[in-house]
């Protein structure tokens, strides 16, 4: 396994990444939607992988949701940085993380368009469930 760390700007959000890729082979995605155009977003994940996202002051943790709404995506209040796309289903979640906001981003490659408009909202939970990664939301702990 190999393990990132990575948070938004102020520290609020931390995520630590853990992937079966090494970072030079890894399949960065530029998701070509009008949200991750705005924010430039590179944004990676492993299903053999995990993701635990740390969230140290709830108040300050924005759950952004547009279009079909079956996503949070999980911005800092204070410093404003966008670091993962988080689906609840079920019992279980999955996530993706943003490259940008890992210690190690320059070791990973150049990212490659995506365009996922138009998939309906069973195909798009269908495609995080089977691409996304595992993961765990922790509130409120230091
Ligand atoms: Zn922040």
Same mark, same amino acid.
């Given at each position: ?16 990444? *853990? ?14 939607? *009008? %949200?991750?155009?705005?924010?430039? @977003? ?5 299903? *053999? ?8 002051? $709830? #108040? ?5 949701? %547009? ?16 670091? *993962? ?21 320059? $070791?990973?490659? $150049?990212?490659?368009?995506? #365009?996922? #408009?138009?998939?309906?909202? @069973?195909?798009?939970? $269908? ?16």
């Amino acid at each position: 396994m190999h393990h990132f760390h990575g948070s938004c700007h102020c520290g609020n959000l931390e995520v630590d990444y *853990s992937a079966t890729v090494a970072p030079e082979d890894a399949a960065v995605r530029a998701c070509q939607c *009008s %949200f991750c155009r705005k924010h430039d @977003a590179r944004a990676l994940s492993d299903p *053999s992988g995990a993701i635990e996202i740390t969230v140290h002051d $709830q #108040d300050l943790l924005e759950r952004y949701r %547009f279009g079909l709404g079956a996503t949070d995506f999980l911005i800092c209040r204070k410093c404003g940085v966008y670091v *993962s796309a988080y689906m609840q289903d079920g019992d279980d979640a999955y996530a993706n993380v943003m490259v940008n906001v890992l210690d190690d981003r320059e $070791q990973f490659p $150049q990212p490659n368009p995506v #365009d996922l #408009d138009g998939e309906n909202e @069973a195909g798009k939970r $269908q495609r995080r469930r089977d691409n996304w990664t595992p993961a765990t939301l922790r509130i409120g702990t230091d």
